[in-house]
């Protein structure tokens, strides 16, 4: 395993619509568990492939406390929503900024597994935050989108901030 590097907004990539994977194979395998690796060493709860480079719909996801229930989801869609609630969010390409977002309160998706084999799951509170969050990303959207342009240039200003000090 390998950690990958994550790139940060206005990287391009984090601005393209991913595209779908057709092919389940070992390359696909080790790049999920180079993406699990990579989120659990930046302390993250989701990490999407564009956030590494690599522009395809591949997602993953572990909101349990001990990092003990990894998942990922492969060409997600949201097929159910509910609800509207503002959340608090972060994001790892847009390092040291926090702010809230208005979200679904509940969300279905359907997406692939590493097999290619079909699920569903639906959530709430940070899963359903998170399952917005990462799909989002395969959009091309990133949470700093759904602020408004005076708290977007703060976060951006912090995150500037942050990148040159480091
Ligand atoms: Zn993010």
């Given at each position: 395993m390998a950690l990958l590097k994550i790139v940060y907004h206005p990287h391009p990539v984090l601005r393209q619509q991913a595209v779908p994977v057709t092919v389940f194979d070992d390359d696909l395998k080790k790049l999920l568990a180079d993406m699990y690796e990579t989120m659990y060493d930046a302390n993250g709860v989701g990490l999407a492939a564009p956030q590494v480079a690599i522009g395809k719909q591949i997602a993953v996801i572990d909101v349990s406390e001990k990092n003990n229930e990894p998942f990922c989801i492969i060409?997600?869609?949201?097929i159910e929503s509910r609800g509207n609630e503002l959340m608090s969010a972060g994001c790892l390409s847009v390092p040291n900024t926090h702010d809230k977002v208005p979200r679904a309160t509940y969300v279905k998706v359907r997406a692939q597994n590493e097999n290619g084999e079909f699920f569903e799951i639906e959530g709430n509170g940070l899963l359903g935050h998170c399952l917005q969050h990462e799909i989002d990303h395969l959009n091309g959207i990133l949470y700093i989108d759904h602020l408004s342009p005076l708290k977007r240039r703060m976060q951006l200003k912090k995150m500037a901030k942050f990148l040159k000090e480091r």
């Open positions: 060409n997600p869609q949201i």
